[in-house]
C-alpha cells in the first residue's frame, strides 16, 4: 500500500509541527494539475468536502475555502451525486475524488483521507460542502492538532443552534460517554468539522467503519482503540446555504436509538487486546 | 427403508446435486459450497439410517427425537446466516476499498465526468 518513500513511523505525539513535509524529498513538479498526484509536491494541508448533490452550495464553499485556507489543497469527494456536483467543484478549483455510488458521509470521509494518507499531508480537515462551517475557522482547528491527533469543532457556543428531544438525549449521552472514555471535554462529538493529524489519518483511513453513524460515533471509539487524542475547539456555525436540518421527532427518536445501539456495540471494539499504530514500539 | 427415508434420503439428494450443479456453473465458491455439502450429507445419513437420530436424542434427553432435529436444524441455519453476514460485510468492505481506489485512479486520470457512475 505504501512505498518506501512514504513509509514513515506515525505514533501518537506526532504533530503538524514535527511530522516533516515527507513527501519534499520526491517533489518533483510545483504544478497543481497535469501530473501524477503521488509526484507533486503535496500542501501540508488538505481539506475533504464529502458532497452529495450539493451542486448548489459547493461552488461558493470551495471559493470560501481557497480564499481563507490559501495554502490548503481543497479536495471534493463526490458520494455518487446524481447532480452537477463534481464539475461545479472542480470548475472552482478543488481537486475532486468522484466514488462511484453513495457511500456516506463515513465512506467519502475514508476516501478522502485515504487520498490524505497516500500524498503525505500533515493534516487533514473535514468540512460540510453546504456551507454551513466557516473556512476562517479552519486555522484553529489545525492548530489543536499540535496537542491531538483529532480536533472536534463543537457548535454550542453558535448563538441560535439549540437541539431539543431525542436528538439532544442523544448528543448529551455521547457527549457524556466519550468524555469519559476519552478523559476530556467533548460535548459535541456527532460534529463533521474536525481535524485530523496524521496518526488519525492513517488509522481512520484504513478502519473507519463507512456506515451509518461510523464517521462520528465509531470513529472516536477507534480512536480510544488506538489511544489517539482527541480534543474540542468551539466553533461558530452558520445557517446552511441549501437544505435543512430534519427536526421531525421520529426521525430524532429513531437517531437516538440507533446512536445507542452503534455506541454500545462499537465498544466491544476497545475489549481485549490495544491496538498500536505501525511505528509504535512493542 | 421406510417411505420416510426415502422422502428424507430424496431431499438430501436434491440439496446435494443442487449444490454440485452450481459449482460446475461456478456460480457458487467451494467454500460456502463445502459447508452445504456437509449438511445435505448429514441429511442423508439420518434418512437412511433414523437410530442414529433417535439415540443422539434419547442421550440428550428429548422424549421426541423430532424436536432435538428441529432444535438442531434452528441452531445450525442461524450459524449460517451469521457466517453469511460475515461474508457480506467482508465483501461490502472490498467494494467500497475499491471504490476508493477507482476514485483515487481517477482523480490522477483528470477531467470528472458529469454524472458520477
Request: hydrophobic share 50%; proline share 4%.
Amino acid at each position: 500500500m505504501m512505498d518506501a518513500g512514504e513509509k514513515r513511523s506515525l505514533r501518537r505525539g506526532d504533530t503538524v509541527a514535527n511530522v516533516a513535509k515527507p513527501d519534499a524529498e520526491r517533489a518533483g513538479s510545483q504544478e497543481r494539475r497535469g501530473t501524477t498526484p503521488d509526484s507533486r509536491r503535496a500542501a501540508s494541508l488538505l481539506v475533504v468536502c464529502p458532497a452529495f448533490n450539493e451542486s448548489e452550495s459547493v461552488a461558493a464553499v470551495v471559493a470560501e475555502l481557497r480564499s481563507a485556507v490559501p495554502h490548503a489543497d481543497v479536495l471534493v469527494v463526490d458520494d455518487g451525486s446524481t447532480d452537477a456536483t463534481a464539475l461545479v467543484a472542480e470548475r472552482a478549483g478543488a481537486r475532486i475524488l468522484q466514488l462511484s455510488f453513495n457511500v456516506g458521509v463515513g465512506g467519502a470521509l475514508r476516501a478522502g483521507l485515504l487520498l490524505g494518507h497516500r500524498e503525505g499531508y500533515a493534516a487533514i480537515v473535514q468540512c460540510d460542502a453546504d456551507g454551513q462551517h466557516r473556512a476562517s475557522e479552519i486555522p484553529a482547528l489545525v492548530d489543536a492538532l499540535s496537542s491531538a491527533d483529532i480536533v472536534i469543532g463543537e457548535r454550542w457556543t453558535t448563538a441560535g443552534y439549540v437541539v431539543r428531544g431525542p436528538r439532544r438525549w442523544a448528543m448529551r449521552l455521547l457527549a457524556g460517554v466519550f468524555s469519559r472514555v476519552h478523559g476530556t471535554r467533548l460535548t459535541d462529538v456527532t460534529s463533521g468539522f474536525r481535524a485530523f493529524g496524521p496518526a488519525a489519518v492513517e488509522v481512520l483511513s484504513r478502519e473507519l467503519p463507512p456506515e451509518y453513524l461510523g464517521d462520528t460515533i465509531e470513529a472516536l471509539v477507534i480512536a480510544r482503540a488506538y489511544s489517539l487524542r482527541v480534543v474540542q475547539v468551539p466553533v461558530q456555525m452558520r445557517e446552511r446555504l441549501a437544505g435543512a436540518p430534519s427536526h421531525r421527532p421520529v426521525r430524532a427518536a429513531l437517531y437516538l436509538a440507533r446512536s445507542v445501539t452503534v455506541l454500545f456495540l462499537s465498544m466491544l471494539r476497545l475489549v481485549g487486546r490495544r491496538r498500536r499504530l505501525p511505528g509504535m514500539p512493542a | 427403508m421406510s417411505r420416510t427415508s426415502v422422502v428424507g434420503a430424496l431431499g438430501a439428494l436434491l440439496v446435494v446435486s443442487s449444490v454440485v450443479r452450481l459449482i460446475m456453473r461456478g456460480r457458487l465458491r467451494v467454500q460456502y459450497a463445502a459447508l452445504w455439502l456437509v449438511i445435505g450429507v448429514a441429511v442423508a445419513g439420518i434418512a437412511v439410517v433414523p437410530g442414529v437420530l433417535d439415540a443422539t436424542a434419547t442421550s440428550l434427553g428429548f422424549t421426541v427425537p423430532a424436536n432435538f432435529l428441529f432444535f438442531a436444524g434452528l441452531v445450525l441455519l442461524l450459524l449460517v446466516g451469521i457466517h453469511l453476514s460475515v461474508a457480506l460485510t467482508r465483501a461490502e468492505d472490498h467494494v467500497q476499498r475499491l471504490a476508493e481506489e477507482v476514485a483515487l485512479l481517477r482523480e490522477r486520470m483528470g477531467r470528472p465526468d458529469r454524472h458520477s457512475g
